[in-house]
């Protein structure tokens, strides 16, 4: 595998459900993002962390959670969601914060529904 | 804050002619960068082409070039000899050229749809 890489590509969630969407980049790269991209709205940055520490919580609702055990793998746990939290979830990596212009890598995203 | 706005949010060009998006941002800052990132309907999002607002050379990526404008704040996208393949949702970004704080966000405008017809 190469660049970064998410799974599932597809999830359908109840409200009461507990699910995890994972991330894991092959870069090299030692920061990691989640985004929620929805219908005809910017990017939202949700996280960042940068060398596994935590940088940047976007006054997310804590029925997300971000767990980054190494600065190859993000995870994203969800519980008790909204309908309103359907969306696309992006995860994005660079080389790190420490300067010059580290280019983010986007993965394929992953489609969640909430019924 | 910064802002970015596109302003076209479908476009749509024949095969082999040529397009331009348009973008336009709002920002205190003298250095930065701008970005185009393409997603395709498989929905990975690639980096197209970027600007260092301290160069005054538009950037060119073989057929993809830029008309940055830094007084007028404008960053438009032209496609030349346009391809199938182009057919995505563009993106517009810019970035503090400065590291520290939260100055590694990415800023995003809500995108153009660009359609290739054949």
């Known amino acids: 595998e190469t660049g970064v890489t998410q799974t599932p590509r597809h999830l359908v969630m109840g409200m009461t459900n507990k699910k995890s969407l994972k991330c894991e980049q092959h870069?090299?790269?030692?920061?990691m993002y989640w985004y929620k991209q929805s219908a005809k709205k910017p990017l939202e940055l949700m996280f960042v962390y940068n060398f596994k520490e935590q940088t940047e919580n976007n006054s997310v609702p804590s029925r997300f959670s971000p767990e980054c055990p190494n600065s190859s793998h993000l995870f994203l746990h969800l519980h008790t969601l909204q309908p309103e939290d359907s969306a696309l979830y992006l995860c994005?990596?660079?080389?790190?914060?420490?300067?010059?212009?580290?280019?983010?890598?986007f993965g394929p995203g992953t489609r969640l529904t909430v019924t | 804050a910064q802002t970015v706005t596109q302003s076209q949010p479908e476009m749509s060009v024949q095969e082999a002619e040529t397009v331009t998006l348009s973008c336009t941002y709002d920002?205190?800052?003298?250095?930065?960068?701008l970005f185009w990132y393409k997603q395709p309907p498989s929905r990975q999002m690639i980096l197209v082409i970027r600007q260092e607002a301290y160069k005054q050379q538009n950037a060119t990526e073989n057929r993809f070039s830029v008309n940055f404008q830094k007084a007028a704040k404008s960053f438009s996208l032209k496609i030349s000899d346009s391809q199938l393949g182009d057919a995505a949702m563009y993106f517009c970004?810019?970035?503090?050229?400065?590291?520290?704080?939260?100055?590694?966000?990415?800023?995003f405008g809500k995108g153009t749809l660009l359609t290739v017809n054949p």
């Open positions: 970004a810019y970035r503090s050229f400065y590291s520290g704080g939260s100055n590694y966000k990415l800023t």
């Open positions: 994005a990596s660079s080389q790190d914060f420490s300067g010059g212009l580290f280019e983010q890598y």
């Open positions: 870069l090299g790269h030692n920061a």
């Open positions: 920002t205190s800052e003298s250095d930065y960068y």
